[in-house]
């Protein structure tokens, strides 16, 4: 692991970041959002959403990172969702029409599908942090509870329970990377980091530049998740142990707290470049040396076109459009340029465009 290619020395840390999805990558910028997802026919669909801003919570410390934790774990799923939804819709003949449940065609019925993708998303969010607390929580220590019979130390307890988390974590994560769908989802994640890394250090987002660079990144939300854990383990460790009950409790509650602590040290993490940052980040980057893999020319370029997006000009809207390659617009699904783009493609495709007045006065000149 070269500490250099990771905290590059002269570069100038930014705030953008990004998640990768189903075929693609969301960015997160100054002022929006971009989802870019490669269609099976090459082309790049692009959605464009402001960003909705909360500065208040963002000057308390550990409550910005609690605040910050579960808007990205809602943002996340519904943008996993959202890439899934527009690679189902380029292939209909490869999608199963599945019935909609009695309740599913209720909330479509009075709410819309905007209602219904709100209610899946948010039923998505609670069962996941459902069976995390329960794989990564709760299980580890009702196992090591076993082991009170034989061991007194309650630091020993404490810290058998938390090595066991995160051994089920990177085991977990091990699991699936195995699977081919989450192979093209890490390799996206490497495109991401390869590409902010461009960015940050101010040369032209090309492919090409973009490949020079390591798929690890030091402010990485893998890194994070370690951060999570090991945080959980020392805090933990102070709580001493109670009977089943208790821990439980105990451990739920504290979730915000870990998520706060944890966000506060990824942050300072982006910023130095320090022994010690450079020490407390290894756990996070090897876990990345699992969830990143190389991506190939045509993920650099979904990862670009997402990054320019939310470089553009444009004022953040609600937008959807499609892309080629390099990011020249080929066509607007919706957004406020969309009747705009549509005309001024009419004029330059050379199509005519006169109005039946003029036409009938063309006519007669004509004849004449």
């Known amino acids: 692991m070269d500490f250099d290619k990771i905290f590059?020395?002269?570069c100038s840390p930014?705030?953008?970041?990004g998640q990768a999805v189903m075929e693609?990558?969301?960015m997160r910028g100054a002022d929006r959002t971009a989802i870019a997802v490669r269609l099976p026919d090459g082309r790049i669909n692009v959605k464009e959403t402001p960003l909705k801003f909360s500065n208040k919570w963002m000057k308390f410390?550990?409550?910005?990172?609690v605040v910050t934790f579960?808007?990205?774990l809602v943002t996340g799923t519904g943008t996993l969702m959202y890439s899934a939804e527009v690679l189902e819709a380029a292939m209909p003949e490869e999608a199963e029409e599945a019935e909609p449940s009695r309740l599913e065609s209720w909330i479509m019925e009075k709410y819309g599908e905007k209602g219904l993708f709100n209610f899946l998303l948010y039923v998505s969010v609670i069962f996941s942090l459902v069976f995390a607390i329960a794989v990564f929580v709760l299980l580890p220590t009702g196992v090591v509870g076993l082991a009170k019979k034989v061991i007194d130390n309650v630091i020993v307890l404490n810290l058998i329970?938390?090595?066991l988390r995160i051994a089920m974590f990177v085991g977990y994560i091990a699991l699936i990377s195995m699977m081919k769908d989450i192979k093209r989802v890490f390799e996206y994640h490497g495109a991401e980091h390869q590409t902010i890394h461009c960015y940050e250090n101010g040369l032209e987002l090309k492919p090409e530049n973009a490949a020079r660079f390591e798929r690890l990144h030091p402010r990485c939300g893998t890194s994070f998740l370690m951060f999570v854990m090991i945080i959980s383990l020392l805090l933990f460790s102070f709580l001493g142990w109670p009977n089943l009950f208790w821990r439980i409790v105990s451990r739920i509650l504290l979730i915000p707290v870990v998520a706060g602590l944890s966000y506060e040290v990824l942050r300072w993490a982006g910023k130095s470049d320090s022994t010690i940052v450079k020490i407390l980040s290894v756990p996070g980057l090897l876990m990345q040396e699992i969830t990143t893999r190389t991506p190939d020319e045509s993920q650099l370029e979904v990862a670009i076109v997402a990054v320019n997006a939310c470089l553009s000009d444009l004022e953040p809207a609600e937008r959807i459009y499609i892309t080629d390659s390099e990011g020249n617009k080929l066509e607007y699904v919706s957004g406020p340029e969309k009747d705009e783009f549509e005309r001024s493609a009419v004029v330059g495709s050379g199509e005519e465009t006169a109005t039946p007045e003029e036409k009938e006065t063309d006519k007669g000149a004509d004849a004449e």
């Open 24 to 26: 693609g990558i969301m």
């Open 14 to 17: 930014t705030k953008m970041g």
């Open 8 to 10: 590059i020395k002269d």
């Open 61 to 65: 410390p550990i409550i910005r990172g």
């Open 70 to 72: 579960f808007d990205s």
């Open 161 to 163: 329970e938390g090595v």
